[in-house]
């Protein structure tokens, strides 16, 4: 029997853990700081185990992690390394959804040298976007032809019918990775030039794009698009860009509302209140009573502006008391974001992904091509973004149990032997692309 210790059960473990424990001869262990949580998605199964376990009990994680064939990190990023040294020390295969760090990719010799796969970025954003990319990109270069532009750009959010806050957004996980991303610094290739800006700028650089078929959304960039010139291989791209989708009005929003430093992750101190009205006058440096008239001065708006009157909604200028736990202002907008925009019982999220290749055909034609993908989360079961998380990293545990994926060292999904196969799999389960040749 092949073993995978699975870390974490949050919101995209459920279809990760069923789809293993579908498979012939695998058994999974779901470790959880809450052992409930673990439990409720194992349901019962003799093949799965639920246990307690955090990050910080070294040895007890260390010891799982040698009784197990592969591990999933579902842990906060800044885990994953830790448990990377402890599988190249113990010949463990590991998988995880996330970004590749620079401490990550510096494992990739001691991977190598030890056997071990670390499979990384095999989730939705990252993951799909670079398979789904991954695949037309070498069937345009296998063909003879070029690709002199590449946009790509992914949006989670809660479906049409479920838009119904001025924020224009929904979270069906804990806000606080979500507003973290809005500090991002970002960097893309445009025409052949880095355009570069510091977070402080992200939301001052943003397009609105019709996606076909689909709607017009606001697109703002993804971090760092530059180095996807190699990962890809786009050789011949003079630009290559990926974005974030969100709804009409929630870029200028962040942008006050990251003013106001309300984004701010220093301890609160100096601070004479306890309501969010309080902590608005403290990052404003004012005592007047009217917080909202203030706060409206403080930016430079007009009273009537949209973006007041979202921050108002949300309760920045309001007597709500502040919540217990870290005393940082984002910890206090996490809180309040989750309860005031959290995605409402029988309602779906949907994942939008979109992306633009304008290409070169070895006859000299030009031609665009398009790839989108709509998917829906199913009311009171699991979201979309669970599934398309979750989904890709259990093909890929799979992969790494069945032989598939043996060449050792720190990967991310763009090798046709992992992406194809994987893509395949997925189209098999409904997560499949539109693609459109003009």
């Known amino acids: ?188 290739l445009e025409n052949g030039q880095v355009r570069k800006y510091p977070g402080e700028q992200l939301f001052e650089n943003y397009d609105i794009i019709d996606v076909p078929g689909v709607g017009a959304f606001e697109n703002y960039p993804n971090r760092d698009s530059v180095p996807y010139k190699e990962i890809y291989g786009l050789k011949d791209a003079e630009t290559v860009y990926r974005g974030t989708f969100r709804m009409t009005g929630w870029c200028e929003t962040m942008r006050n509302v990251m003013a106001l430093g309300w984004l701010g992750e220093d301890e609160l101190t100096g601070l004479n209140g306890t309501t969010y009205a309080d902590v608005t006058r403290h990052l404003i440096g004012s005592t007047d009573a009217d917080v909202e008239a203030a706060t409206t001065k403080f930016l430079g708006l007009t009273p009537y502006a949209t973006a007041i009157k979202r921050m108002k909604w949300l309760g920045l200028f309001s007597d709500r008391p502040l919540p217990n736990g870290p005393n940082t202002p984002i910890d206090h907008l996490n809180v309040i974001s989750l309860d005031r925009m959290e995605l409402g019982d029988g309602e779906r999220d949907m994942i939008v992904m979109f992306h633009e290749f304008l290409t070169v055909k070895a006859d000299g034609v030009k031609q665009r091509i398009t790839s989108t993908f709509l998917d829906f989360g199913i009311p009171d079961g699991d979201t979309s973004i669970a599934r398309t998380v979750g989904l890709p990293a259990a093909i890929g545990v799979k992969m790494i149990l069945n032989g598939k994926i043996t060449e050792p060292g720190v990967h991310v999904p763009v090798t046709k032997n992992i992406y194809e196969p994987c893509m395949d799999e997925l189209e098999t389960i409904g997560i499949k692309f539109i693609e459109r040749y003009e």
Request: hydrophobic share 45%; with cysteine.
């Open 1 to 188: 029997m092949a073993s995978v210790l699975v870390l974490g059960a949050g919101s995209v473990a459920p279809p990760l853990v069923r789809y293993l424990l579908d498979q012939e001869n695998v058994t999974v262990t779901v470790a959880s700081r809450t052992v409930s949580k673990a439990e409720k998605i194992i349901a019962g199964h003799p093949d799965g185990t639920p246990m307690a376990l955090t990050a910080d009990q070294d040895e007890l994680l260390e010891e799982q992690v040698a009784k197990h064939d592969v591990s999933v990190s579902l842990l906060p990023y800044v885990f994953h390394v830790k448990v990377a040294k402890l599988c190249i020390k113990h010949k463990k295969h590991m998988v995880t959804t996330s970004y590749v760090s620079a401490e990550m990719k510096a494992l990739d010799a001691e991977a190598k040298a030890a056997g071990v796969v670390i499979l990384n970025e095999i989730g939705l954003d990252p993951g799909i976007d670079h398979m789904s990319a991954m695949k037309i990109i070498n069937e345009v270069q296998e063909n003879g032809g070029k690709i002199l532009s590449f946009r790509s750009t992914t949006g989670a959010l809660q479906a049409f019918e479920a838009n119904n806050n001025p924020f224009g957004y929904k979270f069906s996980w804990a806000p606080r990775g979500v507003l973290l991303a809005s500090k991002n610094a970002s960097q893309w």
